[in-house]
Each structure stands twice: as C-alpha cells, then as structure tokens.
C-alpha cells in the first residue's frame, strides 16, 4: 500500500458524459501527477500540481482538467467522453516538486470504461 | 525530446538472471528510474540511477552508462512473483516532475 488513495476504482460510463476522478496522496506529499495507461500501453503522462499550483503539463486532451485542493488532494476531470478515453487511470505523488531519485507513489488506479 | 526504448517482452525460468536494457534520447539527463508493474496494479518504484555503475538492492540491480545513454535492470534469481511489466523512465529537463517511461517489458517467469 502506496499510501495514494483513487476513488473510484472502477468507473463505466457513456460516450459524451463527463466524469471526475479524485486522488489524495500520500500524507505529507506535496506534488500529485497524474497519467493515463490505455491497454498494453505505457504509462502517458497527463499533469503535475505541486502544492496546488500546475507544475507539468503532458499531452493532455483540453476536455480533461484537473485541480489541486489546498487539502492537497486532486481531481482529474474528463469530458465528452470517447471510446479512446478508456483506460486506467493513475495518481502519483511525491514529497518535493521533483521525487527524490524519481520516485514517486503511485495509488491503486481508477479503471474507466467508455460504452 | 525524451525517448526510451527496451524490449517489449523478455522470457525466463524461474531462477535464473535476466537483464531488461533501455535505451534513452534526451536533451538533458538526470537520472534513469525503474518501476515494476504487476498486471493492472500500481506502478512502484525499483531503482534510480544518477551516476555511471551498478546500484544493487536485494535481488535486483540497476545499471546505468551516461555516455552510452544506456542502461538496464538486472534480476537475479527470478521468482513466479517477479513476472510483471518493467519500465523505465527519464525526467523531462524542463518540466519538473514529468517522467517521461518507456513503454515496459513484459517479463514472463516459467517454471
């Protein structure tokens, strides 16, 4: 157990609806990435906050967003939702900005299925 | 740009050694990370190199060669549990935590 909790694990829903996924990292970590990993694929980076402020930004599509609480905890919000969208999404967090020596912990995963 | 390589799948008997190799391009290095994914599971961290040679943790070692822009995972006396996916991953220079991974072996473990 990483100490990054996702809720909510798993997650169907329709093309066109708009879903949020949340993230709370591990207790004193103050940077949260987030990625997408679609089937036998690597691991996409989307987006890093760092104490509630964007740090990084990846290839991600402009209907997803995502935030960071000053609890630290993060939301990652996707919509109009595609078939394509479909994958499991992962949160990370890390102490610094930057993990020491990379290192960064990741939660469980959310699976999302687009019908 | 960042771009790693390494083999999309690798098989072994269990006890054995097996060596996962990456290969990265990048326009700045600082280290290169390992991470260990079981099927579906949360990616977790192995190793980081920063520095040429060989970092040793347990069973698993990790090796790293700058000028060669190389590096690999070294799994020594593998186990049915050490059959999983491993990846590898550089820091984007200019963009603070982004990892950039590569996109994972698949280790298969036999009997």
């Known amino acids: 157990d990483s100490g990054v909790t996702q809720t909510p694990k798993h997650l169907i829903t329709a093309t066109g609806q708009r879903v949020t996924l949340r993230c709370s990292p591990r207790?004193?970590?103050?940077?949260v990435y987030w990625y997408q990993q679609s089937l036998d694929q690597g691991l996409q980076f989307l987006i890093q906050?760092?104490?509630?402020?964007?740090?990084a930004k990846g290839n991600i599509l402009e209907r997803f967003s995502a935030q960071q609480f000053p609890d630290l905890h993060s939301e990652l919000n996707l919509s109009s939702l595609e078939l394509g969208d479909s994958a499991l999404y992962f949160c990370?967090?890390?102490?610094?900005?930057?993990?020491?020596?990379?290192?960064?912990?990741f939660g469980p995963g959310t699976r999302l299925t687009v019908l | 740009g960042q771009s790693l390589e390494q083999p999309s799948e690798v098989t072994a008997v269990e006890g054995a050694i097996v060596q996962i190799n990456c290969t990265y391009q990048?326009?700045?290095?600082?280290?290169l990370s390992w991470y260990q994914q079981h099927d579906g599971g949360a990616p977790t961290f192995l190793s980081y190199?920063?520095?040429?040679g060989l970092e040793e943790t347990g069973r698993f070692s990790s090796f790293l060669s700058r000028s060669d822009s190389y590096g690999y995972l070294l799994l020594q006396e593998l186990q049915m549990k050490d059959s999983a996916s491993y990846f590898c991953?550089?820091?984007?220079?200019?963009?603070?935590?982004?990892?950039?991974f590569g996109q994972g072996t698949e280790l298969s473990v036999k009997p």
């Open positions: 990048t326009s700045g290095f600082y280290g």
């Open positions: 991953a550089v820091r984007d220079q200019n963009q603070g935590g982004k990892l950039i």
């Open positions: 190199n920063a520095l040429d």
């Open positions: 207790s004193g970590d103050l940077s």
């Open positions: 906050y760092y104490n509630g402020e964007e740090r």
């Open positions: 990370a967090s890390s102490v610094a900005e930057q993990g020491a020596r990379d290192e960064q912990f």
